[in-house]
């Protein structure tokens, strides 16, 4: 029975498993190709590979040259504009600093000139009571002096 089982899997793998056969005229392919296309191709690689030399030697620095001057010049205009705006952005920072410290004096003042109003003000009231407190006094003193005769 086992060789019945084995005899089957192989005729099994010979019907259905094409790989080895697919494999060899893969090969056969690659092989043909390249002996019939193999010298053309060089030569064609070889010319090209000319070619791009001579492009490089010749024509590739001065390119450079032209597209770097290029390139230089406008990333010094880009830095020139970038300090623009980073000093007017400086300035514009100072102008609001300015005006908030300008703002932050005027409050101090208006809470200064509060301050000295109302102490004005308790200065007033205490002359005001030692006037009161004075002329109360005199007139006291009047009284008193009125009681006796002049001499």
Known sequence: MDKVAKDVGDIQSRLLDHRPIINAEVRYFVREFEEKRGHRESRLLENLNKMVLEANEQMLPTEIECML????????????????????????????????N????????????????????????????AVGQLSTQYSEKKKDLSKFPPP
């Open 69 to 100: 001057s290029g390139v230089v010049k406008r990333l010094e205009a880009a830095n020139h504009m970038a300090e623009q705006v980073q000093q007017r952005e400086l300035e514009a920072q100072k102008s609001t600093n300015l005006q908030g």
């Open 102 to 129: 300008i703002e932050l004096l005027k409050d101090e003042w208006a809470e200064f000139l509060k301050e000295q109003q109302r102490l004005k003000e308790e200065v007033d009231e205490e002359h005001a009571r």
